[in-house]
């Protein structure tokens, strides 16, 4: 396939339009969507021999995939994404979720690596199952495309110099100190190979950090920064792709709060890089002219429904520095840009005033989302928070109007030196066609596999539920039993208890009893001895004695 530019999909103006999506918002009606989507879950760019092994002397997990592409359980988790894009736009009417739609009025592009490309390749996948679906993106594969590529594009001194002011002055307002403390104590950096010979070395202090903004290259920093953005993206990666908790950190890090702060370090790499107003509006001035062309230059009756474009953390960085999005929080998130997210440029038609407005939204997975592979659907959604840019009023309902967007883009891009849109000729355009469709059948493949991964995942899951169910109720069962057991234990004791109290004092009063009768009937004996006796001796003492004479007869008269 040639090399996409700005004009790439001048060629769809081309091809047929499809009809209007039906009202699903009251009196808005949603007629485009532009989803610009970082990357899903990767493993680390720096590998073992690189600064993660210089930083520590500690070992770090194996990863099955080489490093900085996707994993397959990024694969999963853009298929979720895609399954909940669906489902939305077909809640908004703009796609049928019953049918594939027209392939020319859903385009697909990602930067030229393979993280982005899968990505969006598993993306399809999920939200158009079975529908032939292409992801354009320059032959050269493992090279970056100018559009997503955010590297100087100003080749003066003078332009040079004030860049890295800029970088150095957005890090020295940032306070990472308590970070990096907690960092260096984590990795043992005092240690470190990196530390070999040094009398004195942490892994702390802004006045370390070197900065370069080279023409043709991406602005850079050497330093703490740029060792701790690597530490700290590594932990980020194994907590997300579900390693052991003892893995993750080594098992160190153990609450929020120390991601929150280690997340810092991350956070602000990013900005110290990508997001002052004079490196962003340089470096993602590609990209806007890219949007604007999409989503402005276009005829809309012809334009796509929906475009997918995948890049990095980094264009997105700088993409909402130079439109100049105002400040935004991602609740159940500690990274500014994370993964899989996206910024969804949303044109909606006010059928009521008959004009266009403007919503934008972040839609992302939240990190518990990530690690536990969360299926999304329309009950169990991703996060959605609205963002709004300067120069751009939004409304109660969160609406802008289309015309002040416009303002904004083309303000953004005033001064800058871009590559001038050239149509292809009806020659180019129908050997773009043929690529687009040759490429086809080399997505079906990772579809296949995307879909079987997601399907495994999904049995995985249910299976595991089921189990879980399972073994909780047999966990109850036996709770009950136990329960029961230990209740007919403790009154058989109580019961035995009662019987021998119950058997003691029968007892005791058997006994008394017994006591008390023999003594009676020893007292009745000795009574009756008494009494015999005493008989005995009245008898005796009224018989006369045998020595005194017997009374003397009366005579007869």
């Not at 590297?151 to 860049?163: G, R």
């Not at 160190?252 to 002052?276: C, H, M, P, R, V």
């Not at 999005?325 to 008959?354: A, C, M, S």
Request: overall charge neutral; some cysteine.
């Amino acid at each position: 396939m040639k090399k996409f530019t700005v004009c790439a999909l001048s060629l769809l103006t081309l091809l047929p339009a499809s009809g209007v999506a039906l009202a699903a918002n009251g009196d808005y009606q949603l007629e485009q969507v532009l989803m610009f989507s970082r990357h899903n879950l990767r493993a680390p760019l720096a590998n073992n021999g690189s600064v993660l092994e210089q930083a520590t002397k500690k070992s770090w997990p194996e990863w099955q995939v080489p490093g900085g592409e996707l994993t397959i359980k990024g694969g999963i988790l853009e298929v979720y994404m895609g399954n909940y894009t669906r489902a939305w736009l077909d809640e908004q009417g703009l796609v049928d979720k019953s049918a594939c739609p027209d392939p020319s009025r859903i385009f697909a592009y990602a930067n030229s690596l393979q993280r982005t490309v899968a990505t969006a390749q598993y993306f399809v996948t999920g939200a158009f199952p079975g529908c032939d679906i292409p992801v354009t993106h320059q032959d050269a594969m493992g090279t970056m495309d100018p559009i997503f590529n955010p590297v100087i594009t100003n080749s003066t001194d003078a332009f040079q110099q004030q860049a890295v002011a800029a970088m150095k002055a957005a890090s020295d307002k940032q306070d990472l100190k308590a970070a990096f403390q907690q960092l260096d104590k984590l990795v043992d950096y005092k240690n470190a190979p990196a530390c070999k010979g040094k009398k004195q070395c942490v892994l702390e202090g802004n006045a370390q950090n070197t900065f370069s903004a080279k023409n043709g290259a991406e602005p850079g920093v050497s330093g703490p920064l740029r060792t701790g953005n690597a530490l700290v993206d590594a932990f980020t990666l194994q907590y997300y792709e579900g390693f052991p908790s003892d893995q993750v950190a080594w098992g160190q890090i153990k609450t929020d709060e120390q991601w929150k702060q280690l997340s810092q370090i991350k956070n602000g790499y990013q900005d110290a890089l990508f997001t002052s107003s004079e490196v962003a509006s340089n470096v993602a001035a590609p990209l806007i002219d890219y949007i604007r062309s999409e989503l402005i230059d276009q005829d809309p009756a012809n334009a796509p429904k929906v475009t997918l474009m995948v890049g990095h953390d980094s264009n997105i960085a700088s993409l909402l520095s130079a439109l100049k999005f105002t400040p935004y929080t991602l609740p159940g998130q500690f990274e500014k840009t994370p993964i899989g997210g996206q910024i969804v440029f949303q044109r909606w038609h006010d059928t009521k005033n008959n004009k266009d407005l403007l919503k934008i939204e972040y839609v992302y997975q939240t990190s518990e989302q990530l690690r536990n592979a969360t299926p999304l659907s329309l009950k169990t959604p991703p996060q959605r928070v609205a963002l709004s840019l300067e120069g751009c009023q939004v409304d109660a309902k969160g609406f802008c109007d289309w015309e002040q967007f416009k303002t904004v883009l083309n303000t953004a891009l005033q001064g800058k030196q871009l590559q001038a849109k050239v149509a292809p000729d009806a020659d180019s355009a129908a050997a773009m066609v043929s690529a687009a469709q040759d490429k086809v059948a080399q997505n079906n493949t990772a579809a296949a596999q995307a879909k079987a991964a997601a399907e495994k995942a999904e049995a995985d899951r249910i299976a595991a539920e089921k189990a879980a169910k399972e073994k909780a109720e047999a966990d109850r069962i036996a709770a009950e039993a136990d329960a029961q057991a230990k209740a007919s234990a403790e009154q058989a004791k109580k019961d035995q208890a009662a019987a021998d109290k119950e058997a003691a004092e029968q007892a005791v009063a058997e006994k008394k009893a017994a006591e008390e009768k023999a003594a009676a009937e020893k007292k009745a004996a000795a009574e009756k001895k008494a009494a015999a006796e005493k008989a005995a001796e009245e008898k005796k003492a009224a018989q006369p004695s045998a020595s005194e004479p017997a009374a003397a007869k009366p005579a007869a008269q």
